[in-house]
C-alpha cells in the first residue's frame, strides 16, 4: 500500500511520453502520442508543452511534430560512463592515442548528430587548436564529421535515406559537404572503403579519420576515430597512414562485444 500511495501517475504519464521515441521514430506529433500513452490530445497537450519548457522535448519548427530535447541526454550521462562500449573499449582506445599520439574518440549516432561517449586526448604540439572543447556527452552533426559519416554509411539503406532527408546543411569549415546528393554519394565511399575521412568538413586544420564499431549482429554500435591537425599530414596519406592501425583497433572492439566477421 506505501508504494501504491507514494506512487505519481503524472511522471509516470510524462516518462511514458518520453519512451515512445524510437529511433525508428523519431518525430511524433500530440495525436500519436495520445495513442501511445492512452490519453486525449488536450491532456498529451499539456503533458508534452511541460516537457519542451523543461528542455526534454523540442518541436520541429516545419513538422510541427516533437522531437527529444538535449535534457534527455543529461539522464543518460552516468549510463554512457557505465555503458558496455566504453567499459569494453576504454583501453583499446588509450592504446590506439598512445601508439599514434593523436586524440582518439568515440560516439554514438542519435538521430541526426553524434554524441561523444569517450575521448583520449593528446598533448602534441597544436591538437589543442582542434580540440573544439569536447567531452563526453557533447553532441555535432553527424553530416560533417567523421564519426557521423561512418555511422551514417552503416545504416541500412532505408533508415539512412530517412535521416538524410532532414539534415540541415550549414557550412561549418571550409570543405563542409553542403549538398544532400553529395553527401549520399560520401556515404557510399564511406561504406565501400570501411573508414571515413573529414578533411576540414567541421572545422579549419581539423582532419580525423573514422571507423565503426560492430555490434554482434554487424550493425554499427558507435565509431572511432583519430584527430589530427592539417598542418601535420595531408589528406590524402590520411587513409593510407592510419586506416590500418584505426580499423584494427575497431575490429578488436567489434570482436570484444560479440562481432565474428
Do not use: W
Request: some cysteine; glycine content about 8%; aromatic content about 6%.
Amino acid at each position: 500500500m506505501a508504494a501504491e500511495a507514494g506512487f505519481s501517475q503524472s511522471l509516470e504519464r510524462g516518462l511514458a511520453i518520453l519512451a515512445s521515441f524510437r529511433s525508428e521514430r523519431p518525430l511524433l506529433g500530440v495525436s500519436e502520442l495520445g495513442r501511445d500513452v492512452g490519453l486525449s490530445r488536450s491532456t498529451t497537450h499539456r503533458y508534452v508543452s511541460t516537457l519542451v519548457a523543461l528542455g526534454y522535448l523540442q518541436q520541429d519548427p516545419v513538422s510541427k511534430k516533437y522531437r527529444l530535447g538535449s535534457r534527455v541526454l543529461d539522464l543518460g550521462f552516468s549510463a554512457i560512463n557505465s555503458m558496455e562500449l566504453r567499459e569494453v573499449a576504454g583501453p583499446h582506445l588509450r592504446e590506439l592515442s598512445d601508439a599514434t599520439g593523436y586524440t582518439a574518440n568515440m560516439a554514438i549516432l542519435d538521430d541526426l548528430d553524434i554524441v561523444y561517449v569517450d575521448r583520449c586526448r593528446s598533448a602534441q604540439g597544436r591538437q589543442r587548436e582542434i580540440d573544439l572543447n569536447l567531452h563526453v556527452g557533447a553532441r555535432l552533426p553527424a553530416y560533417c564529421t567523421s564519426l557521423g559519416k561512418v555511422l551514417l554509411a552503416n545504416l541500412p539503406e532505408e533508415e539512412r535515406a530517412s535521416r538524410l532527408a532532414r539534415v540541415e546543411f550549414h557550412r561549418r569549415g571550409p570543405n563542409t559537404i553542403t549538398s544532400r546528393n553529395a553527401l549520399a554519394a560520401e556515404l557510399m565511399r564511406v561504406r565501400a572503403q570501411g573508414y571515413a575521412v573529414n578533411n576540414e568538413e567541421l572545422a579549419y586544420g581539423l582532419r580525423s579519420i573514422a571507423a565503426p564499431v560492430l555490434a554482434h549482429d554487424g550493425s554499427a554500435a558507435g565509431a572511432i576515430n583519430l584527430a589530427v591537425h592539417s598542418s601535420m599530414i595531408s589528406s590524402e596519406t590520411l587513409g593510407e597512414s592510419f586506416g590500418p592501425v584505426l580499423m584494427r583497433t575497431a575490429a578488436d572492439i567489434s570482436a570484444r562485444l560479440g562481432f565474428r566477421s
